[in-house]
């Protein structure tokens, strides 16, 4: 069974970093794109950055990018976000999710991470 | 860059079909055949229902059915029911800069 399950979320001040991170099982890591996808509360849908099942490639959304690292272990079957220069418009549930293939039409979400940036 | 365009509701009675839009530009939605649709429920994970324009997951009912004109995706649902009561997304693929752009949400009430 494929499981994807976020950690890492919590409160930071503006400004601050934060690590996330995503163990994913089931699948073949290595072989999927992988992304994380945000809902601010009370929002819709926003995707965030997305990485090559090799990591060699990465994409980030405009309002992210210079900010966020995308990353992978795939020794480990773990996807991580560093967030840094956190802004309280990042306050969003952070979502790991898996594409059928290639990089969209996520068919695998984990629940989601929260994170809350503020003073 | 700019989100799709959904219809922030839509509505239908027990067994009708309903129709959500999802307009976009001929560099996303309409430039490639990536677009996808996500049906989320309150406090819960989305769910992928339909991919690639008009291809079904495994498990996805028959009565979800997509397809695209132009910059317009649609997604129907047919003979409507009260568990479909929920929130539709839809995306596409970008050659922008970023990879995949959602549309704003559209709120489906079952009357």
Redesign the interface.
């Known amino acids: 069974e494929v499981q994807v399950l976020e950690s890492g979320g919590g409160l930071v001040q503006p400004g601050g970093s934060l690590r996330l991170s995503c163990a994913a099982s089931g699948f073949t890591f290595s072989s999927y794109a992988m992304?994380w996808?945000r809902q601010a509360p009370g929002k819709?849908?926003?995707?965030v950055s997305?990485i090559s099942g090799s990591g060699g490639t990465t994409?980030?959304?405009?309002s992210v990018?210079g900010r966020f690292i995308i990353s992978r272990d795939n020794s480990k079957n773990t996807l991580y976000l560093q967030m840094n220069s956190l802004r309280a418009e990042d306050t969003a549930v952070y979502?790991c999710a898996k594409p059928?293939s290639?990089?969209?039409?996520?068919?695998y979400?984990?629940?989601?991470t929260l994170v809350t940036v503020s003073s | 860059?700019s989100?799709l365009t959904q219809p922030a509701s839509v509505s239908g009675s027990p067994g009708q079909s309903i129709t959500i839009s999802c307009t976009g530009t001929t560099n996303d939605v309409g430039g490639y055949n990536?677009v996808?649709w996500?049906q989320?429920h309150p406090d819960k994970?989305?769910?992928?229902v339909i991919?690639?324009v008009n291809y079904r997951?495994s498990g996805v009912s028959s009565r979800f059915s997509g397809s695209k004109s132009g910059n317009t995706a649609s997604l129907t649902i047919s003979g409507l029911q009260a568990e479909d009561e929920a929130?539709y997304?839809c995306?596409?693929?970008t050659n922008d800069?970023?990879?995949?752009?959602?549309?704003?949400?559209t709120k489906l009430t079952v009357l």
């Open positions: 992304s996808v819709g849908l926003e995707w997305g994409h980030y959304a405009d990018r979502h059928t290639g990089f969209t039409s996520q068919d979400w984990g629940q989601g | 860059q989100a990536y996808s996500y989320q994970a989305p769910k992928l991919y690639d997951p929130d997304y995306s596409s693929y800069n970023t990879l995949e752009v959602f549309g704003g949400g």
